[in-house]
Structures are given as structure tokens and as C-alpha cells.
């Protein structure tokens, strides 16, 4: 999943970037609100945590942006702001949910999964599609009855094809979803992740369709 970080603050900022790709996300940090509208303007975001206190332009106006363009993407509001007209604001002009600094970053990642299965019309925390689970929280898939954890990057390959089941996700679809701005793209790295999902799992739990890319079943 990817995710765009809107942070001023380079210690705060450096500390998540971290702990995010820990956690799996393909993250892209910027640190000023002008840079923010170029990059949601330029990539496909799944999340974006926004700070409200930006240079050049406001959180506020970040938001605003984004939605004006009826771009329903998942926005995470993070800002030291705690004030109650602050949060109204910030939730009334379109944000998913209100974090205020400091916060616990095991917090933070599961009020971003709250709001990603929001998003995705899936209430429930565990992704299903039918046969097929992911749990988020512990990257545990099972298939069939059989279960294992998996890799950051593995977590992040299945996580995106089931967000999306019975799509067709190209390579650079895929990559975009495993690998941030600041990280070297594997030669033929799609292709070693699900070989290994598929020699666990089984061939079929990611489909091949030639020339175009994978994905997994809508009803397995």
C-alpha cells in the first residue's frame, strides 16, 4: 500500500517514514504543503497522513485541494493542534480521522487500517475473499487452510491485489505499491514475491494473466 507522508518536522518525519516500511507501506515523505498537492496531483495514493502547521500551504488547504477534485482517497489528519474547532475542521473539510501529537505509532498504524477498510467497504479487520485471507495486523495469510506470516514486501504485493480482488495489477502497479521515492526497485521483484507466496501457498493463489499482470480471485 502506498502512502504519502505530509510532515515539516524531520525528526517526527524520519521516525515514521521508518516505521512505516517497517509496517509494509511504500511511503513518500514530503515536507511542505505545495510539494503535497504536486505529488497527489502526479501518484495514486492509498493514505496520505497530512500535518496541518505546513510551509507554503496549510494542511487545510492541502485537504481542500484534494478534494475538490472528488478524489476520495484516505486522509489521516496528524498535527499537534488539538484544539476542538481544529479537529472539527480538519474532519468537516473531508479527513478520515484526527491523530494529535504526540501519539504511539502502534496507534497510528491502526487507525490507518481503520480507515483504509473504511475506504474499501471491507467493516471487517481480516481481507477475505472467500478462500483467501490477510490479516493486516499480524500480515498472517491463510489459503486453503494454510497459513503462514509474511514478508514485509509479501505483506504489501498481497495486501494491494486484495484491496482490489478480480483487478489485473501490472508490474509497475505493483512496485508502486511495495517501493517508496527513495527505494531501489529489484530487477524482477513482483516475480520473486509471488513465486515464494505461490511455492507456500500454493500456484493458485495469485493468477498470472500473460502479458498483462496477477491478481487474486474476487470468489475463490
Known sequence: ???????????????????????AYATDWV?????????????????????????????HEVLAHLRSKQDSTGVLIVTARDALDERLRGLDGGADDYVVKPFEMAELLARMRAVV??????????????VLTLDPATREVNFKGVSTTLTAREFALMQALMIRPGAILSRRELEDRIYGWNEEVESNA???????LRKRL????IKNVRGVGWMVSKES
Open 202 to 205: 500454493g500456484s493458485a493463489v
Open 31 to 59: 515536507r511542505d504543503g505545495a510539494l503535497a498537492i504536486t505529488a497527489m496531483d502526479t501518484h495514486v495514493y492509498d493514505l496520505v497522513l497530512l500535518d496541518l502547521g505546513l510551509p507554503r500551504r496549510d494542511g
Open 117 to 130: 477498510r473504511r475506504k474499501s467497504g471491507a467493516p471487517h479487520p481480516v481481507m477475505s475473499t472467500g
Open 1 to 23: 500500500m502506498r502512502v504519502l507522508l505530509v510532515e515539516d518536522d524531520r525528526m517526527i518525519g524520519e521516525e515514521v517514514e521508518r516505521a512505516l516500511r517497517e509496517a
Open 190 to 196: 513482483v516475480e520473486f514475491l509471488i513465486h515464494a
